[in-house]
């Protein structure tokens, strides 16, 4: 007889699979090629590097590791944010060094340049860079002490020079374009989306609570897609490509502004419907409420370009219609749930018209 995994197991092992599949996903693994190269381009070019003595090349490497992001635009924008830091903090070393150079001990030096860098580093607006500077000034101290000079210029220029061959090698051999990915990414949404209100309709028709778990995997699949859809947006920075894909692009922020509402509005939706009356007399209007969540889910289904999905709204609209007529009025001056699950749908209809 098989028995379930403990809940724990399962929750590990669903962990482990989705690590590994991040982590084994084409775009990583391109990734980790280019990086690779990078590195060792950079390793093998840097003693030829102006203004750096050949023993410091190991940084050439460690400069490509800081700037290589999977888009071109946060590779050049982390690269420059390191180099500022590294800057920052070598003249942090510099400085702790004169302080040693008198009657003051060592171990105060090394106290004062990481606690000036660990300070500075608070600047939001060095971004990467802000990592860098405690790093590089306590380097300088423990490791620059009989070439200060020589070895703060071959530490900047070489680390400089490995973010150069990262921006490059990222730009050259397969830039990232993931405009194709999100709006795959957004599809998978969509149909979440309708998944979710499908569910909906059958927690209405029986008169049960929607399962709390479908919200909370709702909200994180909406986080999830946003961040891909905001880092196909930054792709398109310095890309060459950049021009031919703009359509595909404000086609990708069209729908996330879409279906951004329209998560929201099922969200609501989903908490709102618990509120509705559970009695006999009710029956009758869950029934048509259950129908116009089932076909609002319709047409949120549908594919972009789909040539039924103006028939599939107006499918919905009518059925909302014939649950708005049906709703009861009330003379306390209150909303009831009825209206506010109707307003929730409106709003999911109006979201989910095909982009013009």
């Known amino acids: 007889m098989n028995t379930a995994p403990h809940p724990r197991v399962a929750s590990l ?19 980790a090629g280019k990086a690779a190269l990078a590195a060792a381009i950079a390793w093998y070019l840097a003693p030829l590097v102006p203004f750096a003595h050949d023993g410091y090349s190991y940084y050439a490497p460690l400069g490509v590791l800081v700037s290589m ?13 390191a180099v500022a830091g590294l800057a920052i903090g070598i003249a942090i070393g510099l400085v702790g060094l004169v302080i040693v150079s008198g009657p003051s001990p060592r ?46 210029v071959s530490y900047l220029v070489t680390m400089a020079f490995g973010v150069i061959v990262g921006v490059v090698v990222n730009l050259l051999i397969v830039p990232p374009l993931y405009l194709r990915r999100a709006s795959s990414r957004l599809s998978q949404l969509r149909d979440a989306v309708a998944d979710r209100l499908d569910m909906i309709a059958v927690s209405v028709g029986s008169g049960s609570a929607p399962d709390p778990a479908g919200q909370h995997y709702l909200s994180e699949i909406l986080d999830a897609v946003s961040t891909d859809v905001r880092e196909a947006a930054r792709s398109r920075k310095a890309h060459p490509l950049a021009r031919r894909r703009r359509g595909i692009d404000a086609e990708n922020d069209g729908r996330m502004r879409a279906l951004e509402e329209t998560v929201r509005q099922t969200l609501e939706l989903a908490e709102g419907v618990v509120a509705l009356p559970l009695s006999r007399d009710a029956a009758l209007l869950r029934a048509q409420l259950a129908e116009a969540v089932r076909a609002t889910a319709r047409a949120v289904a549908h594919p972009l370009g789909d040539p039924e999905a103006p028939a599939a709204v107006d499918a919905a609209e009518r059925a909302l219609a014939r649950v708005v007529e049906a709703v009861p009025a009330r003379h306390d001056g209150r909303i009831s749930p ?19």
Do not use: C, H, M
Request: charge should be positive.
């Open 338 to 356: 009825w209206t506010r699950t109707a307003v929730d749908l409106e709003r999911i209809i109006t979201a989910s018209r095909p982009l013009t």
């Open 107 to 152: 171990i105060l030096g090394v106290a004062i340049v990481v606690g000036a860098g660990v300070a500075i580093g608070g600047i939001r607006a060095l971004g990467t860079g802000r990592d860098w500077i405690a790093i590089a000034a306590l380097f300088v101290l423990l490791l620059g002490a009989n070439d200060a000079g020589g070895f703060s």
């Open 13 to 31: 092992a669903a962990a482990a699979r989705t690590a590994g599949g991040e982590a084994f996903a084409v775009s990583r693994l391109l990734l």
């Open 69 to 81: 992001y999977p888009t071109i635009a946060d590779s050049a924008k982390a690269g420059l944010q």
